[in-house]
């Protein structure tokens, strides 16, 4: 049941129309933005922009690549943003993403700063400075009524690939092999980024070498500190109050008794 | 002061009030549980999965507020007090410092506190054992929540993102020992019977000089004097 998008690097060829059509899907206004230098425009994912072309330029072997990628919130299957949440506003889809529900959220921020991928962005408010969060939402509006995200749905050279996740393994594989050898141009190097230390992301990519950093993916990301806080600290904690306070009421009837006991004597 | 109740001819307690704690001590242990009570409250309120709609969407938007306003008041009292009374405060800390008979204290806690044995009760200053283990906590827990607080309001963005999250770790941890400490000093303070004196004392600033006798010995007498009893009820106890 669980669905997922497969985006191949290999292929994108850095149209952006996925940026505009998850604009345009999402209801999210342009930005701003001055020319840097490079092709990268916006600058950032922001709360806005959910989805952003960056471009990498680098020389290999005496040869120019050119790649590009689209960014956004890769979905873990254990996503640490989930684990550390502390209204529900985020939660993990039955379908498999991880979903959002802004008007839960309370801009507490954490979800940022516990994103292996520094995906979430806050909204700016007045009194508190950071507002709501807001990411990628695979589309949560489309998806459960059997569509295709707004991204996947515009892709003309079919990088981002939309579909039952197992499906999708199958034809990275069937992609990776083609393009090991057989593809007129050979990616000998080329891998699945499907990282375990989030549990598998629904945001798969086929990246071009086997060397995330180049394409700014974490090498290993990991919720781990998420994890030791949420699975450790926060029920030890619970224990430790509860007993507590059990230990205190305890403590004033047996103190009652034995104190009026006391008395009697 | 003598109290004569009615309808009885005799004397029944003979109360002299002796100071304990300044006006400006008081104010600020007050205004100490005033921010601390909301504080861990609006905290708990994130922390605890049970109160989670309280978090959620307006309401934690408020909450969050509210414990960032009570949280700048929770940070300088301690400051404002050692501005207005500097000298009080590094004599209070002095008192705060553990010695020997601290040790003790420990070993009886559990007889004296529950079954209301006192006899064996190692002589205490103006502050005992567990007053001064819940002072060591208040204080490490405030520097800690004082510091990881504010990395988490102003840092998001300016440290790395592995920093602050152990500092909300910490946080979190601080919570914990500092609001079961205070859980256990409230049930001394209001509800444990032999300890009315203390809050009377943080009420009034005042203590009676029995109570004073018996529970603060090294503050009423002196160190050496509270000893020298101490040693002697030892002995009669034995013979």
Not at chain 1, 183 to 205: D, I, Q
Not at chain 1, 227 to 241: D, F, S, T, Y
Request: charged share 20%; with cysteine.
């Amino acid at each position: 049941m669980a669905k997922a998008m497969l985006i191949d690097v290999t292929k994108c060829m850095g149209c952006r129309g996925c940026q505009v059509a998850c604009k345009e899907w999402n209801d999210l206004p342009a930005e701003t933005t001055a020319c840097l230098g490079c092709y990268d425009n916006p600058e950032n994912l922001s709360p806005i922009t959910w989805n952003r072309v960056e471009f990498y330029e680098y020389e290999q072997n005496g040869q120019v690549n050119w790649f590009f990628r689209p960014v956004r919130c890769m979905h873990c299957l254990d996503a640490p943003c989930v684990r550390v949440c502390p209204t529900g506003a985020l939660y993990k889809h039955e379908l498999g993403f991880t979903a959002y529900d802004e008007s839960l959220c309370n801009g507490c921020g954490y979800c940022t700063q516990f994103c292996p991928f520094d995906v979430p962005r806050l909204k700016e408010t007045t009194f508190l400075g950071k507002g709501k969060s807001s990411k990628c939402t695979f589309c949560q509006d489309r998806v459960p009524a059997g569509q295709v995200p707004a991204c996947a749905k515009t892709c003309p050279p079919e990088a981002i690939q939309f579909g039952e996740r197992e499906e999708l393994m199958e034809k990275a594989q069937a992609r990776l092999a083609y393009l090991h050898n057989g593809a007129p141009r050979p990616f000998p190097e080329a891998v699945l980024y499907n990282p375990s230390g989030v549990g598998g992301t629904a945001m798969m990519y086929i990246l071009p070498e086997n060397n995330p950093g180049r394409f700014n993916l974490p090498k290993d990301p990991s919720g781990a500190v998420a994890n030791v806080w949420q699975k450790i600290i926060q029920p030890l904690g619970e224990v430790a109050l509860g007993a507590t306070v059990l230990g205190v009421i305890a403590a004033f009837f047996v103190t009652r008794r034995n104190i009026r006991m006391e008395e009697v004597e | 002061m003598t109290v004569r109740l009615k309808g009885t001819e005799r004397d029944v307690v003979t109360i002299r009030w002796i100071p304990k704690y300044t006006a400006m001590e008081r104010l600020g242990h007050w205004l100490h549980t005033a921010t601390f009570v909301p504080l861990a409250i609006t905290g708990l309120i994130l922390y605890v999965p049970l109160l989670q709609s309280l978090a959620q969407g307006q309401a934690g938007y408020f909450i969050r507020l509210v414990h960032r306003i009570t949280a700048v008041l929770f940070g300088l009292l301690p400051i404002l007090y050692l501005i207005i009374e500097p000298r009080r405060f590094i004599m209070s800390i002095r008192e705060f410092l553990f010695d020997k008979d601290d040790i003790g204290w420990v070993m009886n806690a559990f007889s004296y506190y529950l079954l209301g044995r006192h006899t064996a009760m190692p002589p205490q200053g103006r502050f005992n054992t567990g007053e001064k283990m819940n002072g060591l906590i208040m204080c490490a827990t405030w520097v800690a929540l004082g510091v990881t607080g504010l990395v988490m309001w102003f840092g998001k963005g300016a440290v790395s993102a592995g920093f602050f999250q152990w500092m909300v770790l910490i946080h979190d941890l601080a919570m914990i020992a500092a609001v079961c400490m205070f859980l256990v000093h409230l049930f001394l303070a209001v509800a444990h019977p032999l300890m009315w004196a203390g809050l009377v004392s943080m009420r009034f600033g005042v203590t009676s000089a029995a109570y004073a006798a018996e529970h603060h010995a090294k503050w009423y007498y002196g160190p050496k004097r509270a000893r020298q009893l101490y040693e002697e009820a030892k002995k009669k106890a034995a013979s």
